[in-house]
């Protein structure tokens, strides 16, 4: 009924799907149980000033050399967006992380062109955009 390649895409599929999902609700239940009714309030509290609790709660990574204007704004909107989901990560990192699992996807496609025979060359490439699509789609998830 199924192809060998095929099943193995849709069970590789389902394993990345499951395991970020996994992954995302065990930080999100983390990040959530730890995370105080007002951060700013225990700061003053604990005897920080007004521009050291400003410094502590607003915290920007480091951009950079971009020169494009585009470029930074997606870095600060990926930035704000990684801290207030409070993921202490900086955007180039989710980019390699990104890239590490798009490329680890893709081998595992590529064995399953190598062992299916056939048009090899369409067969990487479809594995390998189809590898970055799942990486980027487990990760925007």
């Known amino acids: 009924m199924f ?3 095929l ?3 849709i069970v590789i599929f389902a394993a ?3 395991s970020g999902q996994l992954v995302l609700e065990r930080s ?18 604990s005897g920080a000033t007004q521009r050291q609790t400003y410094a502590a ?10 020169t494009d204007d585009r470029l930074k704004a997606l870095h600060k909107y990926v930035d704000r967006m990684l801290r207030q989901a409070d993921l202490q990560i900086t955007p180039a990192r989710l980019g390699l992380i ?11 496609g590529v064995l399953a062109a190598i ?14 955009v189809g590898a970055c699509v799942l ?4 990760v925007a998830v």
């Open 3 to 5: 192809s060998t390649p």
């Open 7 to 9: 099943f193995l895409y």
């Open 16 to 18: 990345v799907l499951v």
């Open 28 to 45: 999100w239940n983390n990040a959530s149980r730890m995370k105080r009714v007002n951060r700013r309030l225990t700061l003053l509290e």
């Open 57 to 66: 709660l607003v915290r920007q990574s480091n951009i950079g050399n971009l």
């Open 98 to 108: 990104t890239l590490g699992i798009a490329g680890a996807v893709w081998v595992l």
């Open 115 to 128: 062992s299916s025979g056939g048009a090899f060359i369409i067969n990487v490439l479809s594995a390998l």
């Open 135 to 138: 990486a980027l789609v487990g």
